[in-house]
C-alpha cells in the first residue's frame, strides 16, 4: 500500500483544525509582517487569486523576502499603524526591498486614487501631498476658496 501524503495530511488537518487554527493564529501575532507578505506574494503569484490580474497578471514580481519585509516593518515602524499594509512606491515596480514601504492602508487606499472626488486626475502638477501623508486635489483646493471667497 502506498502512502498518500495528501490524504494523510486531510485527516490530520480535520482531526487538529482547532490546534493548527491556534498555531497559525498565534504565529500571526508574533510575526504580523507574515500577513502581509502571505497575501502580496498570492496577488504576484497565484493565478486563483481574485486580485492577481491587477499584480502579477500585469507583470509585478514578488521579491521579497521575509528577512526584507521584517526589515520594512521596523524601518516603517508598521507596530505602530492601525492597519499597516505594504506599499510599493512605484505603483508599477515590483515588491521589492528598494520599492517597498509601510504605510496606513488608509493612505494606502488613497494613494492608489487615479482621480479626486470630483474627477480631476490626482497627477503631476495637481497634487498637494499632506503632511499625514494623503493626497490633495489643487483643482478642488482652488474651487473651494473660490467658493468660500464669495460666501464671505
Ligand atoms: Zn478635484
Redesign the pocket.
Known sequence: MSFDAKKYHSIYYIKHREEILANQKEYYKKNPWMNNYKKAKGRCQCETNKRYHRYGGRGIKFLLSVKDIKFLWFRDKGYLMKLPSIDRIYNNGNYSLSNCRYIEFEVNRELKKT??????L?KGK?IKIRKDGYRE????MK?RRLENGKLS
Request: proline share 0%; glycine share 8%; net charge positive.
Open positions: 482621480h479626486c472626488k470630483r474627477g480631476h490626482l495637481n486635489c489643487k483643482l478642488c474651487a
